[in-house]
């Protein structure tokens, strides 16, 4: 049933192959896990290991405990691979066009890519993608959410991330469990988004010190730039795509493009000091497909966190968000334009503790 529920949950093809690597994959990640508790009380565990664990169980009390977030088996265990990613996304997209190919599933819906728990089984649907003339990217995802299916396991993929990004990664898949539409990858993804970003923040404000702070600031910073660099060449290779342009002009100009991107990444990582964080994001040629989905974190952020300082408090702010999930697609997404349009009273907000509860309250004059 475990191996079943895996296989709907994580892809849309029909074929039993597929299938069953899906189930394998997630079976695997289930079996091997082990209580965080066990972890800690076996003397072969390493001490840094166990330092992650213990920051890992931190954090995700403060998920439970100030940003109500659920309390189930999510987190409580922890499971070693070998191998650096937990699976591998294929995402594609045709030769001259922005728009991703989807598959659809039962549970998770329709979404921008198909994942396989071994890089060599994606690489070869990719070339079968590539064979048919699209554009492809595959990424290697060091943790996904089964939102409440399965207790998501802590995985060695991410736990080794610095404590604020831990967090942010924990935070954000747990949001997931809150609450998720089949097919609106951008509500799914800018609500979890948005989550992570006070969750952090009030995270901060109770755990972190200067040295913390000061690199999740300029992590966050870089993220920045480098999302707004990868928007702006995304809108100039959408400009090409629907002018009058012949096929072959098209393709020439998408070239020049992807060029001048990589041109412009290399003055930007040499403003960073020569942070090569996001290397792996030209791993491969680039094509489409690296920026197909590149809006999808973030276009409704801005909405997520005014609902977030309209209701005052989680729990309210969770059960907004589950009103707008039961809304027709475009009314939904009308909903969120225009929160994110009104003018904003304050912003960020910080989360602390009051009275052993969660509280929301407004820290700055400026959005």
Known sequence: MVAAG??????SCSSLTYYSQAAQGQLELLTDSRPIDDWLADPSTKPALRHRLEAARQIRRFAIQELQLPDNGSYTNFTKLE????????????????????????VAGCVNYRGYYSKHNAQAYARQLR????????GGVSAYSTLGWFSDPLISTFIHYPDAELARLIFHELAHQVAYVQGDSKFNESFASAVEQVGVEGWLERFGNPMMREAFERY???????LALLVRYRGELEKTYVSKMTPDEKRAAKARL???????????KASWGGYAGYDRFFAEPLSNAHLASIATYNDFVPAFRALLRKEGSWPAFYKSVNQLAKLDKLERHRVLKTLAAAPAAASPLVVHRSMGAAKIEDAFQKP
């Open 131 to 138: 064979a048919k003339g699209h554009d492809v990217e595959v």
């Open 6 to 11: 895996a296989a709907l949950m994580l892809s």
């Open 83 to 106: 191998r650096p990613y937990v699976l591998w996304n294929v995402v594609a997209t045709p030769e001259l066009s922005l728009k991703p190919m989807q598959w659809c599933f039962p």
């Open 220 to 226: 966050t910073l870089r993220k920045k730039d480098f």
């Open 258 to 268: 992807f060029g001048a991107l990589i041109d412009d990444y290399g003055v930007l």
